[in-house]
């Protein structure tokens, strides 16, 4: 199983880019890499998965180096709104391992 | 287009119940998974099903259940509550099983937030 670390908690302010990194070292040549965002008392929601090199969309960009031991997610330009839990997750056949994931907060 | 849909919304029980919570996936989606989020805890899968059949199966006991309608909604069933199994049970659907490496989008519900006392 491809397990991921990332950091429990980060802080930031409103405007700064925030870039949550997760390390995957035993990641599977086939496995992709997705982040979801989850808001208290609410279901995750996806938000850019990508296999190497980099993936950009309207809110977030992420960078998988060229080993794919991990990836980082770059959140531009942070607001208040983007306070909530983020969970990296690599490709599992059959079921997707969530770990805790990590909690960001921004600061006004 | 109306997402994935949970009911109850909350619930509370006692110890030794019975529950069954419900799931409507996007319309159009024909698998739906359940996972239990502890508080402060990432979700934690239970199960998978696709075209009516079990297809995943995650860490939990006997006592958890479930099953998908020929119209793609499921029920989670759990026999004999525990009081660990208070939790937020999340339904996800997407359209067909992930291929091999490939996760393809899940898109999770709301969520019903149940809690055994």
């Known amino acids: 199983l491809a397990k991921t670390t990332q950091p429990i908690s980060m802080d930031s302010y409103e405007g700064q880019e925030v870039n949550i990194t997760c390390s995957h070292n035993?990641?599977?040549?086939?496995?992709?890499i997705t982040w979801y965002q989850q808001f208290p008392s609410q279901g995750p929601r996806f938000i850019i998965q990508?296999?190497?090199t980099k993936v950009t969309n309207e809110v977030a960009s992420l960078f998988i180096p060229a080993d794919r031991k991990s990836s980082t997610l770059s959140l531009p330009r942070v607001s208040l709104s983007d306070t909530a839990v983020y969970y990296c997750?690599?490709?599992?056949?059959?079921?997707?391992?969530f770990g805790k994931g990590t909690r960001l907060h921004i600061l006004p | 287009d109306a997402g994935v849909t949970q009911s109850p919304t909350h619930l509370i029980k006692t110890r030794g119940q019975h529950v069954t919570l419900r799931c409507s996936p996007i319309?159009?989606?024909?698998?739906v998974s359940w996972y239990q989020q502890v508080l402060g805890q990432g979700p934690q899968f239970i199960f998978q099903?696709?075209?009516?059949?079990?297809?995943g199966r995650g860490n939990f006991p006997d006592r958890f259940s479930a099953r998908q309608f020929p119209n793609y909604s499921s029920e989670l069933n759990v026999n004999a509550l525990l009081l660990g199994d208070s939790a937020l049970y999340l339904c996800?659907?997407?359209?067909?099983?992930?291929?091999?490496?490939?996760?393809?989008?899940?898109?999770f519900g709301p969520g019903t937030r149940l809690l055994v006392l």
């Open positions: 319309s159009g989606h024909k698998s």
């Open positions: 990508g296999y190497k």
């Open positions: 997750l690599v490709g599992e056949e059959d079921k997707i391992i």
């Open positions: 035993n990641i599977a040549t086939n496995d992709y």
């Open positions: 996800a659907s997407r359209h067909t099983p992930k291929d091999r490496g490939r996760m393809e989008t899940q898109y």
């Open positions: 099903y696709y075209e009516k059949e079990e297809r």
